[in-house]
T-cell receptor, first 113, second 110 residues
Framework: DTGVSQNPRHKITKRGQNVTFRCDPISEHNRLYWYRQTLGQGPEFLTYFQNEAQLEKSRLLSDRFSAERPKGSFSTLEIQRTEQGDSAMYLC???????????FGNGTRLTVT | QQQVKQSPQSLIVQKGGISIINCAYENTAFDYFPWYQQFPGKGPALLIAIRPDVSEKKEGRFTISFNKSAKQFSLHIMDSQPGDSATYFCAASINEKLVFGKGTKLTVNP
């Protein structure tokens, strides 16, 4: 069990640029979740997958955000035309089934200048 | 109604003391209540969790007390240690989505 892996750990980008983050869940975990955490706040739900199917998206996930999980393994989160308000820690989590605990990765910290 | 309110925002205790963090919720559809511990630069790590049909759960030095009628739950850390210094988040789950409190920064002085 190597845990949930997220890359990159840090990303600095200029406003208007596109960025993509990757998450590798714990193997055999069919549930994968994306959360966003801003400074001094708790994580907020963005979206989640069961295998390759995206089951729900939060209102926080504007049209500039897109997430995929091809083949039900790793997932990517892309932000197009980044804005300064997108600066946050993007956390990925996975779980084996709906009733099992979420295991979080160490996140990707995005800074938009 | 989807909020989880957590207090205090920060807490300082002496080594060996008891740390108590409280949370309250409104939505009775929440069906799972975990506590997470987060160190700087790391993701949240599950500490202990409880379901609403149980009033108390203890794991080592960590205890969750759950009051369904009051819609409140709390984390007690017994014999607090400097290594417990971290930010603690309560959360509540509905339809597989976690709603987190704003966190409590715990500092345990040696």
């Amino acid at each position: 069990d190597t845990g949930v892996s997220q890359n990159p750990r840090h990303k600095i980008t200029k406003r208007g640029q596109n960025v993509t983050f990757r998450c590798d869940p714990i193997s055999e975990h069919n549930r994968l979740y994306w959360y966003r955490q801003t400074l001094g706040q708790g994580p907020e739900f963005l979206t989640y997958f069961q295998n390759e199917a995206q089951l729900e998206k939060s209102r926080l996930l504007s049209d500039r955000f897109s997430a995929e999980r091809p083949k039900g393994s790793f997932s990517t989160l892309e932000i197009q035309r980044t804005e300064q308000g997108d600066s946050a820690m993007y956390l990925c989590a996975s779980s084996l089934h709906p009733d099992s605990p979420l295991h979080f990765g160490n996140g990707t910290r995005l800074t938009v200048t | 109604q989807q909020q989880v309110k957590q207090s205090p925002q920060s807490l300082i205790v002496q080594k060996g003391g008891i740390s108590i963090i409280n949370c309250a919720y409104e939505n009775t559809a929440f069906d799972y209540f975990p506590w997470y511990q987060q160190f700087p630069g790391k993701g949240p790590a599950l500490l202990i969790a409880i379901r609403p049909d149980v009033s108390e759960k203890k794991e080592g030095r960590f205890t969750i007390s759950f009051n369904k009628s009051a819609k409140q739950f709390s984390l007690h850390i017994m014999d607090s240690q400097p290594g417990d210094s971290a930010t603690y988040f309560c959360a509540a789950s509905i339809n597989e989505k976690l709603v987190f409190g704003k966190g409590t920064k715990l500092t345990v002085n040696p």
